[in-house]
């Protein structure tokens, strides 16, 4: 895949993070929580995420990386709260190469490079380029939000290195579900057994996804800095790290995201270091394809 076009998908799709001022601890020390139950941080973090800006622009330094290749390149990102998300990749000598336009269910590309563009839904994206983006999750990436919460959602709580810890309890309701699915299929006191056969079951099935969300909550903010999402049926997972926090108009904003894909001899990461972030609109999203581009193969 050409390095612009993987940029933008990979930042459309979807550094460990230093939250707020937390001191280092020394070699071998252990930082003692509280313990919090998964009610009060779902609370927390629905407190924190409970408001977000309407409009979001920045420019962005980007660097990615597959198991083949790695690249560096400057963009431009405009957003429209649950609207759109608008992305410039502009090189070091400061013309445009590449273009791409998200809404919740479309994607158009611009390939300036070699006169091409791609258009279609989401889920043709996946078919074509192996990633389905997301505005919602770019959208709560840019923003710092946890990605993914449910407030009717289960969750456990934990301490982990420092953080708190929460997680989705989805893997019990999909072990039922797979029993379901295949009566009988199962040993009933082989849990090893029982997971075996949810990921084959799962598959078989097609239609049925099981993701489990986990979150990493610094405990002197109390804001998200790491997501993980994880789909069990597919081998598939996405982590997305915030770092290096600024306030915008009294808005805390991540000044550096972190965003990795993996699936079955796949991955891929990229970092976007975000400076002049700006909360004001409306914005302008051109996107015009002249008429000597070519569709995509």
């Known amino acids: 895949m050409r390095p612009a076009r993987c940029t933008l998908l990979l930042c459309l799709g979807l550094a460990t993070a230093a939250c707020g001022t937390r001191k280092p601890l020394r070699k071998g020390e252990v930082r003692n929580l509280e313990q919090r139950s998964a009610a009060e941080l779902l609370a927390t973090l629905e407190h924190n995420g409970a408001t977000a800006p309407r409009y979001y622009s920045a420019k962005a330094d980007v660097s990615y990386k597959t198991n083949t290749d790695s690249k560096s390149f400057k963009a431009h ?37 070699h006169d091409t563009y791609w258009r279609g839904d989401t889920g043709e994206a996946r ?5 389905q983006p997301g505005l919602e999750m770019l959208q709560e990436a840019l923003l710092g939000r946890p990605i993914g919460l449910d407030p009717a959602e289960k969750y456990r709580s934990d301490r982990e290195d420092g953080v708190y810890t929460l997680t989705s309890k989805e893997r019990k309701r999909f072990l039922r579900a797979a029993e379901d699915l295949s009566p009988g299929d199962t040993l009933p006191n082989d849990k090893d ?27 002197d903010s109390m804001r998200t800095s790491r997501v993980s999402i994880t789909d069990l049926a597919h081998d598939r997972m996405a982590e997305v790290r915030y770092a290096e926090w600024t306030t915008v108009e009294g808005t805390p904003l991540p000044a ?18 975000l400076d002049r972030i700006q909360l004001h609109g409306p914005l302008n999203l051109p996107f015009h394809i002249p008429e000597k581009f070519k569709p995509l193969d």
Do not use: H, N
């Not at 990749?89 to 590309?109: H, N």
């Not at 078919?127 to 990633?131: I, P």
């Open 77 to 113: 990102i405009r957003l429209v709260k649950d609207s759109a998300a608008w992305l410039s990749v502009v090189p070091a000598l400061g013309i445009e190469v590449a273009r791409a336009l998200l809404t919740p269910d479309s994607l158009l590309f611009m390939d300036k490079l």
């Open 127 to 131: 078919r074509k380029f192996g990633m």
């Open 193 to 219: 057994m029982r997971e075996k056969r949810l990921e084959r079951t799962l598959r078989k099935a097609g239609k049925k996804e099981a993701m489990v969300y986990k979150y990493w909550i610094d405990p």
């Open 256 to 273: 550096t995201v972190t965003l990795s894909l993996s699936a079955p001899g796949q991955s891929v990461t990229g970092t976007l270091r």
